[in-house]
C-alpha cells in the first residue's frame, strides 16, 4: 500500500508542477525550428552553449541555402565550420553535423521522411551510435523534429527536481527518464511543452544562483516526495 501511495505522490508532483508551469509561462512552441531538419541541426549545434549562439549559426547557414540535407551534405567542411562559428566548439560540432548526414544518407538514403518511420527503439538506438550523439541530443531529435513520445533530460531538469526534493544526485539519465515517462501519460505534446516549461523555469529563475522568491514552483502546495531513489 505505502509503495502505491509513494507512487502515486511521485506521479501528483510532476503533474502538478507541469501545471503550475504551464498556467504561468503558457505554451512555449518550443523547439525553435522551420523544419525538422532545422530543429535536428539547432540540436546538435546547442551542445554545450547557449541558443542565442546557435540561431547565429542557423541563420548563416540559412542565408547562405543550407538548412537542407543534401545542401549540408555537400558543404566542404572548412566553409561549415566557417558558417557555424557562433556556436562554439565549431570544429567539433561540423564534424557531428557530417556525422549525422552520412547516417541519415546511408541509412535513408538522405530522406528525413524516411528514417522517422523507423520505431522509437530502433531509431534511438541507431542515433546513438553516431559519434558525439548522446542520450539528450538523441531524444531531442526524436522529440522535437520526430514526434516521437519520449522525455528529454538535461542539467536544467536535474537542477530544478533536485531543488524540489523529487530526485536526488546521481541518478542516471536513463533512470530520470524512466521517472517521467512512467508517472506521465505517452503523451508527445506533454513531453514537448514540459520540458519546454522546465527550460524557461530554469534559465529564468531556477539558475545556479536561483530566484526562489519569484519562482513560481516556490509553492507549498507542491508535494515533496522520497519516491525515485536510485536503487
Same mark, same amino acid.
Given at each position: 500500500?505505502?509503495?502505491r501511495?509513494?507512487?502515486?505522490?511521485?506521479?501528483?508532483?510532476?503533474?502538478?508542477?507541469?501545471?503550475?508551469?504551464y498556467?504561468?509561462?503558457g505554451?512555449?512552441?518550443?523547439?525553435?525550428?522551420?523544419?525538422?531538419?532545422?530543429?535536428?541541426?539547432?540540436?546538435?549545434?546547442?551542445?554545450?552553449?547557449?541558443?542565442?549562439?546557435?540561431?547565429?549559426?542557423?541563420?548563416?547557414?540559412?542565408?547562405?541555402?543550407?538548412?537542407?540535407?543534401?545542401?549540408?551534405?555537400?558543404? !566542404?567542411? !572548412?566553409?561549415?565550420t566557417?558558417?557555424?562559428?557562433?556556436?562554439?566548439?565549431y570544429?567539433?560540432?561540423?564534424?557531428?553535423l557530417?556525422?549525422?548526414?552520412?547516417?541519415?544518407?546511408?541509412?535513408?538514403?538522405?530522406?528525413?521522411?524516411?528514417?522517422?518511420?523507423?520505431?522509437?527503439?530502433?531509431?534511438r538506438?541507431?542515433?546513438l551510435?553516431?559519434?558525439?550523439?548522446g542520450?539528450e541530443?538523441?531524444?531531442?531529435?526524436?522529440?522535437?523534429?520526430?514526434?516521437?513520445?519520449?522525455?528529454?533530460i538535461?542539467?536544467?531538469?536535474?537542477?530544478?527536481?533536485?531543488?524540489?526534493?523529487?530526485?536526488t544526485d546521481?541518478?542516471?539519465?536513463?533512470?530520470?527518464?524512466?521517472?517521467?515517462m512512467?508517472?506521465?501519460?505517452?503523451d508527445?505534446?506533454?513531453y514537448?511543452?514540459?520540458?519546454?516549461l522546465?527550460?524557461?523555469?530554469?534559465?529564468?529563475?531556477?539558475?545556479?544562483?536561483?530566484?526562489c522568491?519569484?519562482? !513560481?514552483?516556490?509553492?507549498?502546495y507542491? !508535494?515533496r516526495?522520497?519516491?525515485?531513489?536510485?536503487?
Amino acid at each position: 500500500m505505502g509503495k502505491r501511495s509513494n507512487k502515486g505522490s511521485l506521479r501528483k508532483s510532476l503533474l502538478d508542477i507541469y501545471k503550475i508551469l504551464y498556467r504561468e509561462f503558457g505554451p512555449q512552441h518550443w523547439w525553435p525550428g522551420e523544419t525538422p531538419f532545422e530543429v535536428i541541426v539547432g540540436a546538435i549545434l546547442t551542445q554545450n552553449t547557449s541558443w542565442s549562439n546557435v540561431a547565429k549559426a542557423i541563420d548563416n547557414l540559412k542565408k547562405e541555402g543550407y538548412m537542407m540535407p543534401d545542401a549540408l551534405h555537400s558543404l !566542404p567542411l !572548412p566553409r561549415l565550420t566557417r558558417l557555424i562559428r557562433p556556436s562554439g566548439y565549431y570544429n567539433i560540432k561540423a564534424k557531428r553535423l557530417i556525422e549525422f548526414l552520412n547516417f541519415l544518407f546511408n541509412e535513408y538514403n538522405g530522406s528525413l521522411e524516411r528514417m522517422f518511420k523507423t520505431n522509437l527503439a530502433d531509431l534511438r538506438e541507431k542515433l546513438l551510435k553516431i559519434k558525439g550523439i548522446g542520450p539528450e541530443t538523441a531524444d531531442s531529435i526524436l522529440l522535437y523534429a520526430g514526434n516521437y513520445p519520449i522525455f528529454v533530460i538535461d542539467a536544467y531538469t536535474k537542477r530544478i527536481l533536485s531543488r524540489h526534493n523529487i530526485i536526488t544526485d546521481g541518478m542516471d539519465y536513463h533512470f530520470l527518464q524512466r521517472l517521467f515517462m512512467d508517472n506521465l501519460a505517452e503523451d508527445t505534446e506533454l513531453y514537448n511543452e514540459y520540458h519546454a516549461l522546465i527550460v524557461k523555469t530554469a534559465k529564468d529563475f531556477c539558475k545556479k544562483k536561483p530566484i526562489c522568491e519569484l519562482c !513560481p514552483l516556490n509553492n507549498p502546495y507542491i !508535494p515533496r516526495t522520497s519516491e525515485g531513489k536510485n536503487t
